[in-house]
């Protein structure tokens, strides 16, 4: 997908030429996960696998939008001057979360506008699409509108378009690696601060390979809250004794001398992944800094063992994905990415052996789940910008 093809859809469907055109970024998640509401550290990138969005400023207020990726639901139509949450508005309501939840700080557009998306995100995929398309709403209205705001203060409303108008319990994550993604690096995100620190990823001859199982995730439909609901009641019986905020304040020593207080099974395991998935992820930006694929790998490896036997959230999918990637040469570790229960997974592969690679997993993973995955390489991309001719 380019400028010049992206113009020729939206003209199809609006009958002229779009003024402007628009990408945003998927992400993936290289370590730390379930962290990002814990208090602790995540290490995301943006992808150059995304959302490209035609675009054209209306005369009046009014707002058309038309997807190529669901062609059914057609053009959907709304006014700015009603934002509210409306069901049948579909996938246009993470668009209008952002405008209304804008519009709540005094940051308002006057023009509506005529907008063609079409994403090439795998579907349900877990890459974030709902991120990158809050994040091209956010760009569009830098760009487009010229609205007074920072990037960061973007990332802060997409994740109330989630948790405030979608009534989604999401942490920061996601809208942060889309809308703060560089080419070639991750993030290394404080997600109790918000202080950042971006890592170049020189991978030396080695791919990030996406494996995506094909079984949609649907975070409401997911156990994604009651694991966020686990591991705050792991906290506040932490919290009886412990002067701590999140998880994430504790290291492992720490939490081993004092899981007792927790004395629970369950949610002891919830909380050890939380507080050891941030050591590992500390663990891993260092390993990078310091050119060591090798550990990065292991670690990746670890994350995955981890949200396997202790947070419960991978899934047969998942495990047979990754735990034939770990049997395949030249792979340095595997880990699912996101929240799991199907979704996607990661793999540090060599680029040599990448065409084997997904030809042995691929026929491990059709012979055992009866349906083929999907195999990308995941090139690390810039945030959201506007694309020229």
Partial sequence: MDFASLATEYQQQFNAKPERVFFSPGRINLIGEYTDFNGGHVFPAAISLGTFAGFTKRSDRTVRMYSANLPQ???????????????????????????????????????????????NLPDGSGLSSSASVEMLMGEILLKAYGMAISRVDLVKVGQQVENDYLGLNTGIMDQFAVGMGKKDQAILLDTNTLKYEYAPVKMDGYVVVIMNTKKRRELTDSKYNERRSQCEEALRRLQTKLDIQTLGDLDQDQFDQNSYLINDDVLIKRARHAVIENQRTLKAYQALQDNDLVTFGKLINASHVSLHYDFAVTGKELDTLVETAWQQPGVLGARMTGAGFGGCAIAIVKEANVDAFEQAVGQVYQDTIGHPAEFYIAHLDDGPRELTK
Avoid: R
């Fill in 73 to 119: 639901a057609g053009v959907i139509e709304f006014s700015l001057d009603d934002l509210s949450f409306d069901k049948a508005a579909n996938w246009t309501n993470y668009f209008k979360g952002m405008l209304f939840e804008l519009g709540k700080q005094g940051k308002q557009i006057d023009q509506g506008f005529d907008l063609f998306v079409h994403g």
